[in-house]
């Protein structure tokens, strides 16, 4: 399929990601509109990935994170030659829907860039943002490999979503998408610009432990 239509479908993809996911962190979470809690941002995430995979699979493979691009190369799933294309539309559909979600919350908008919280500091924040990454590429090439159940893969790499963001919220506010958080920092000052490489080294690093993992270890090719 075309590049342009595959860049495309990764840039509202991503751009879907962040307009809901960290929409329900700025807009839904607030509390005096009845927010939707702790429980409610990781499942915006998670549902956010599980309804593109569905609609976008079949156009771009779904990937909405550089990291995911990453290892799918790594794992000789994706054409190495396509990375950068990628991870531009990527970052492009991020900062898009960051605009608009800045725009519906005028109010709000300082929930925006928010990175390492509660006290924690760049060790937990890059272990965290690693290991995380990692598992959800082994979750992500166990569930889309030759003998899964394909047409499930969705639900598993959509609930993983959900999982990690439970767990990591509270380190991270959870990124494990570089993407992602590239949208936040560049309205988040200076201060969020000097954290972005935590967001993006670790990442990517657990992306590419994730895809070895998995290739030499669990792979059913």
């Not at 493979?61 to 990453?70: D, E, K, Q, R």
């Not at 889309?144 to 159940?149: L, V, W």
């Amino acid at each position: 399929m075309d590049l342009m239509k595959r860049m495309l479908a990764e840039a509202f993809g991503t751009g879907w990601l962040v307009l809901c996911g960290c929409g329900s962190a700025v807009i839904a979470a607030n509390t005096q509109a009845g927010g939707i809690g702790l429980l409610g941002m990781p499942l915006a995430f998670g549902l956010t990935v599980l309804t593109m995979a569905y609609a976008l699979g079949p156009v771009s493979g779904a990937h909405l994170n550089p990291a995911v691009t990453l290892g799918l190369a790594l794992a000789r799933r994706f054409p190495t030659r396509e990375i950068l294309p990628y991870w531009l539309a990527q970052v492009v559909g991020t900062i898009v829907a960051a605009v608009l979600y800045l725009i519906f919350a005028m109010n709000h908008s300082d929930a925006v860039g928010r990175f390492a919280s509660n006290g924690y500091g760049m060790l937990p924040t890059f272990l965290t943002e690693c290991v995380l990454t990692a598992v959800f590429l082994v979750v992500i090439l166990g569930a889309t490999d030759d003998d899964a159940y394909s047409s499930m893969a969705p639900v598993a790499i959509g609930l993983a979503l959900t999982l990690i963001h439970l767990i990591s919220i509270p380190v991270t506010n959870t990124s494990v998408n570089p993407a992602h958080s590239t949208s936040q920092a560049l309205f988040a000052g200076a201060e969020a610009l000097k954290q972005l490489w935590l967001f993006w080294a670790p990442p990517l690093l657990g992306a590419a432990l994730g895809s070895l993992f998995y290739a030499k270890l669990l792979s059913r090719r």
